[in-house]
C-alpha cells in the first residue's frame, strides 16, 4: 500500500481519484513545517503538493521512505531539488495544467492596470464618482516586451497579438525563425527589449540569471511610464526597484501576482498609485486547478503501480513502454554494478560503460544510472536508486563514462563495464537471455556464459583435468549444493588460464572456501552475492 501526503489543498477530483485508486491510501495534512513537516514526509512513500509548502533539504533529512513528490503545478522552487535527488526522490510537475490560466491572469492584470480598475472601484466603493483621475490607456498599438517565450509566454503572445499588440520576446532557447512563425519579433538581450517596450511581462522561472532582470540599472534604460507585470516568480523585478521606480514616474504601473517572499501580507507597494497586486493567483481556476489535481495524482498513480517516471525534473522520464523494454537490461545493468563492487574490493575511481549492438537504442543514461545503483548499493548507508546514483557517484570522484557501439560482437546486445581503482582494474560483460534471464558472458579476460544471480563462487585455475571434479567434492563434502556451473577459457588454446563460475545453493562455509584455494592449480576464490534470480532491485518493483 502506498502511501501519500497531500501538503497544500488540491481539487476535490484529485482526491476523488486517489481514494479510488487501488493499493494507494492518503492522507491530508496542509500548512506543515519545521519538524512536523518532517515527520510527516518520514511517513509516506509519496506526496503532492503545490506553492505553499516549502520541501528543505532539512524536511527530507534521513528521510528513507518517500519515493516521489508530484507539483500540483509547474514551479518547483517551492522543493530543494537537490536534498531530493540525492535521496533517491522523483520530483514531478504538470507543466501544462495552469499554463491557460496564468496567461489569462496576466492578460487581467496587464488589461486592469492599464484602466487602473481596482483603484477606481475602490475609490467607489468609498464613496467617490471619479471620472477624471483613472484616465487609461488602451492596449491596441502598444508594444509588449516578454522575457521568457515558453508555455505562458507564448500564450501571452497569442492574446497580445489579437488584442492588435506589437510583441518582442526574448528566450535563449526559441529561435528567431520560431518567434517569427508565433508573430514576435525576437531580440538578442533583454537589454535591447527595455528601452523600446510599453508593458513588460516575465514567464521565466527564477534563476540566478533571471533574478533581479529589472533593477535599479535598468530603470534608467526602461521607457518612461512603462508598465510592468510578473505573474512567474517573486525576485525577477527587484521590488525596491520598483518602488523607487513608481515613486520617481519612471514606471506608470506595476502588477504583481508573486512575490520574493510569500505570503506576503504587507508590502510597501502595497496602495501606491497605479499598482494592482494579487495574492499568487495565476493558477487559481477551477479548470486549472482540477486539471493540475487529476495530473499530480495520476503521476502517483502511475509512479506507484507501473513505476511509470513523467514530467520528472531531477531525472530522465520515462514511459510504461520504455520501461516494460528496458526493465530487463536495468536488472542487468543493476547487477554488473553488484557484481564489480565485490570484484573491486579496493574501491572505484572510474567506471566505464560500453554499450553495443541493440542495446545502443535503448535509453542507456538510465542503463548507466542502474549500474551505479549497483556499485553503491551495498557501499553506502542511505538508499541508492537510478535517481540520486550518478550524483553519489561524483559525489565520491568517481568519474564515470559511457560509450555505444553499433557493431554486436557475439551477442545482439550486451554491455561491458570496466571499473579502476587502487587495487587495480575489472572488466565484466553482461547481456540477457531468453526472457530477461541476465547472463556473464566476460570477466577479465575470460569468455563464459554464466548466471548472474544468487550466490557466486567464482574462482581462476590452471585449466587442467580434474579440477571441476575437485571442487564439487569439496562442496559435496560441506553439504553446498551447486546449482550451475559455467567454464571459460582466457583463449581458444586449452592448457592457459581458465575461470569457474558456480551458482551454490547456499554461501558456503569459510572451511570450504579455503580448501578450494589450497588447490595447488586453483589461483584465486572470491564469493560475490548477488539478488536472486527474478528479484528486482527495491526501484524496480511494482
Ligand atoms: N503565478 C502563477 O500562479 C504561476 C502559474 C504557473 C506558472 N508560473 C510560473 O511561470 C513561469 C513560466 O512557466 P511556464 O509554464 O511558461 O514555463 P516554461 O518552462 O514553459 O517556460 C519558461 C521559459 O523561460 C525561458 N527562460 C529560462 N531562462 C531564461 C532567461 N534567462 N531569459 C529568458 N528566458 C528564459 C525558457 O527557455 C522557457 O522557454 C514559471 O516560473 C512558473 O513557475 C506562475
Ligand atoms: O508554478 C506554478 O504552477 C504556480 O506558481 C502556481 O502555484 P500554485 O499551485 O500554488 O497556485
Not at 532557447?173 to 508565433?182: G, V
Not at 493567483?281 to 503501480?305: C, D, P, R, W, Y
Not at 542511505?382 to 559525489?395: G, M, R, S, T
Not at 587495487?423 to 554464466?450: C, W
Amino acid at each position: 500500500m502506498a502511501r501519500i501526503l497531500i501538503l497544500d489543498p488540491i481539487a476535490q477530483e484529485g482526491l476523488d481519484m486517489l481514494a479510488a485508486a487501488p493499493g494507494i491510501e492518503y492522507e491530508v495534512r496542509t500548512g506543515l513545517k519545521g519538524e512536523e513537516l518532517k515527520k510527516s514526509l518520514a511517513e509516506f512513500d509519496g506526496a503532492i503538493c503545490r506553492s505553499g509548502v516549502t520541501i528543505t533539504a532539512e524536511s527530507l533529512e534521513g528521510n528513507r521512505r518517500m519515493r516521489a513528490i508530484a507539483r500540483a503545478g509547474v514551479g518547483t522552487d517551492n522543493i530543494d531539488k537537490n536534498a531530493a535527488t540525492r535521496l533517491g526522490i522523483v520530483v514531478m510537475n504538470t507543466p501544462t495544467g495552469n499554463t491557460l490560466s496564468t496567461a489569462e491572469h496576466t492578460f487581467t492584470l496587464m488589461l486592469a492596470l492599464s484602466r487602473r480598475v481596482a483603484e477606481a472601484y475602490h475609490k467607489l466603493i468609498g464613496g467617490k464618482w471619479d471620472r477624471k483621475t483613472f484616465m487609461g490607456t488602451q492596449l491596441a498599438d502598444k508594444t509588449l516586451g516578454i522575457v521568457g517565450l515558453g508555455r505562458i509566454g507564448q500564450e501571452v503572445a497569442k492574446r497580445a497579438i489579437a488584442f492588435q499588440m506589437k510583441v518582442l520576446g526574448f528566450d535563449p532557447f526559441l529561435s528567431t525563425e520560431q518567434a517569427a512563425k508565433l508573430g514576435i519579433e525576437r531580440v538578442e538581450t533583454v537589454q535591447e527589449m527595455l528601452p523600446r517596450v510599453d508593458y513588460l511581462t516575465v514567464h521565466t522561472p527564477l534563476t540566478p540569471e533571471t533574478t533581479n532582470l529589472v533593477g535599479f540599472p535598468e530603470l534608467e534604460v526602461l521607457k518612461p511610464g512603462v508598465r510592468l507585470i510578473n505573474c512567474a516568480r517573486g525576485g525577477i523585478y527587484n521590488e525596491d526597484a520598483l518602488v523607487e521606480g513608481l515613486k520617481t514616474g519612471k514606471i506608470g504601473g506595476v502588477a504583481l501576482d508573486v512575490f520574493v517572499t510569500e505570503p506576503c501580507d504587507k508590502h510597501p507597494i502595497y496602495g501606491m498609485p497605479n499598482v494592482l497586486c494579487t495574492p499568487h493567483l495565476g493558477a487559481s481556476t477551477e479548470e486549472a486547478q482540477q486539471q493540475v489535481a487529476i495530473e499530480a495524482v495520476q503521476l502517483l498513480i502511475n509512479f506507484f503501480t507501473t513505476g511509470e517516471v513523467r514530467h520528472a525534473v531531477n531525472m530522465a522520464s520515462v514511459d510504461p513502454k520504455t520501461l516494460a523494454s528496458i526493465k530487463g537490461y536495468l536488472d542487468l545493468a543493476y547487477r554488473l554494478g553488484v557484481l564489480l563492487a565485490q570484484c573491486q574490493p579496493g574501491g572505484t575511481s572510474a567506471c566505464h560503460l560500453t554499450y553495443r549492438g541493440e542495446l545502443t537504442q535503448k535509453n542507456t543514461k538510465m542503463l548507466t544510472a542502474a549500474f551505479c545503483a549497483g556499485l553503491l548499493d551495498r557501499a553506502l548507508e542511505e538508499d541508492v536508486n537510478i535517481v540520486n546514483a550518478e550524483i553519489l557517484l561524483k559525489e565520491r570522484g568517481i568519474q564515470l563514462t559511457q560509450e555505444s557501439r553499433s557493431d554486436m560482437g557475439a551477442f545482439s546486445s550486451s554491455m561491458t563495464a570496466e571499473v579502476h581503482g587502487s587495487s587495480g582494474s575489472q572488466v565484466a560483460a553482461a547481456t540477457l537471455f531468453g526472457n530477461n534471464m541476465p547472463r556473464l558472458i566476460r570477466l577479465g579476460d575470460y569468455r563464459l556464459e554464466a548466471y548472474l544471480d544468487g550466490n557466486l563462487l567464482i574462482f581462476t585455475h590452471h585449466d587442467v583435468p580434474g579440477i571441476i571434479g575437485a571442487v564439487g567434492t569439496i562442496f559435496g563434502n560441506h553439504k553446498v549444493n551447486i546449482g550451475q556451473m559455467s567454464v571459460g577459457r582466457a583463449g581458444i588454446i586449452p592448457g592457459g588460464g581458465a575461470v569457474g563460475v558456480l551458482n551454490l545453493d547456499n554461501v558456503p562455509p569459510q572451511a570450504a572456501i579455503d580448501e578450494v584455494q589450497q588447490h595447488p592449480d586453483i589461483q584465486s576464490v572470491k564469493i560475490i552475492e548477488l539478488p536472486p534470480a527474478g528479484q528486482l532491485p527495491p526501484w524496480l518493483q511494482g
